[in-house]
């Protein structure tokens, strides 16, 4: 296997990139899980940024890249700790 | 799709393991990855069948693995021409 050049070339340097942010929310049941995925989609309308999402019946992962990073930042957008915040609102 | 293997065979080894089916769906805006994870929420509600889905603004994938597909062709599930189905309609 060829490990392969990178395609999206950044600018910098491939070691200045910032880590991708990871979460995992586990739910209780799906109608919990998709409560918080609704919430998000109107979080992510809000705010006009859409992280990457994968989900099952009662977990969501959220993934937000250097790029995504670096877009919240420079508007900053609280849309990391409202992101937190709906999960404790969801589970109190 | 699939190749004529019985899914609903006992599982005698793990060689025989089904691979894992994915679907990448890309949509031309927000609205219609929306609408199309909202109109997936209610299939698998309607089926009681939970695949592993992952989104972005413009695109779904979806995921159903070994396990999923031996539970959907036990209960006879249309769930994945359904899932499809869904898609077209979209793009009609």
């Known amino acids: 296997?060829?490990?392969g050049t990178n395609p999206s070339?950044?600018?910098?340097?491939?070691?200045?990139?910032l880590p991708t942010l990871n979460?995992?929310?586990?739910?209780?049941?799906?109608?919990?899980?998709r409560?918080?995925?609704?919430q998000m989609a109107d979080l992510s309308k809000r705010e006009d940024?859409?992280?990457?999402?994968s989900f099952g019946?009662?977990?969501?992962?959220?993934?937000i890249d250097a790029e995504g990073q670096v877009v919240l930042a420079e508007r900053k957008s609280s849309f990391m700790g409202e992101m937190e915040a709906?999960?404790?609102?969801?589970?109190?």
Do not use: C
């Open 1 to 3: 296997m060829n490990a």
């Open 9 to 17: 070339a950044a600018p910098s340097g491939p070691q200045e990139r």
């Open 23 to 33: 979460w995992r929310f586990e739910f209780g049941s799906y109608a919990k899980t």
């Open 35 to 38: 409560h918080f995925l609704d």
């Open 49 to 53: 940024y859409y992280p990457n999402v």
């Open 57 to 63: 019946k009662t977990y969501v992962n959220i993934s």
């Open 86 to 92: 709906l999960v404790t609102a969801d589970r109190a």
